[in-house]
C-alpha cells in the first residue's frame, strides 16, 4: 500500500507562486513517475505534470513555462514549483504514483485558489 501526503496549497493572487511538496510513503519500491493532476469544479482531472523513473518530463501545455516538477529521490518526495499563477489555475491538485503492479495511487488533494 502507498500513502501519498501532499502539502503547500492555497490562496495566491494572480502572478504568484506557489510550491505543492508531495511525500510518499510505504509500498513505493515499484513506480513508473509521480505526477500532478488537478480538477476545477466541474470538470474531470487532467494531468500537469509528470516526471518519470528516469527523470523524464511531460507537462499540460496549460502550464507549460510555468510550471516546473522535480523530484528528491533520498525524500521520496516529488514537487510543483507553480509559477505565474492564473485564476484559471484554481482547482483541487492531486498527487500521483505510477506503479506497473497496482493501480494508480493518490493522495487526498490540496487546495489552490489563485484570486485578487
Known amino acids: 500500500q502507498v500513502q501519498l501526503v501532499e502539502s503547500g496549497g492555497g490562496l495566491v493572487q494572480p502572478g504568484g507562486s506557489l510550491r505543492l511538496s508531495c511525500a510518499a510513503s510505504?509500498?513505493?519500491?515499484?513506480?513508473?513517475?509521480m505526477g500532478w493532476y488537478r480538477q476545477a469544479p466541474g470538470n474531470g482531472r487532467e494531468l500537469v505534470a509528470r516526471?518519470?523513473?528516469?527523470?523524464?518530463?511531460n507537462y499540460a501545455d496549460s502550464v507549460k513555462g510555468r510550471f516546473t516538477i522535480s523530484r528528491d529521490s533520498a525524500k521520496n518526495t516529488v514537487y510543483l514549483q507553480m509559477n505565474s499563477l492564473k485564476p484559471e489555475d484554481t482547482a483541487v491538485y492531486y498527487c500521483?504514483?505510477?506503479?506497473?503492479?497496482?493501480?494508480?495511487?493518490w493522495g487526498q488533494g490540496t487546495q489552490v485558489t489563485v484570486s485578487a
Open positions: 500521483n504514483l505510477e506503479s506497473p503492479i497496482r493501480p494508480p495511487s
Open positions: 510505504g509500498s513505493i519500491f515499484s513506480m513508473n513517475a
Open positions: 516526471i518519470s523513473i528516469s527523470g523524464g518530463t
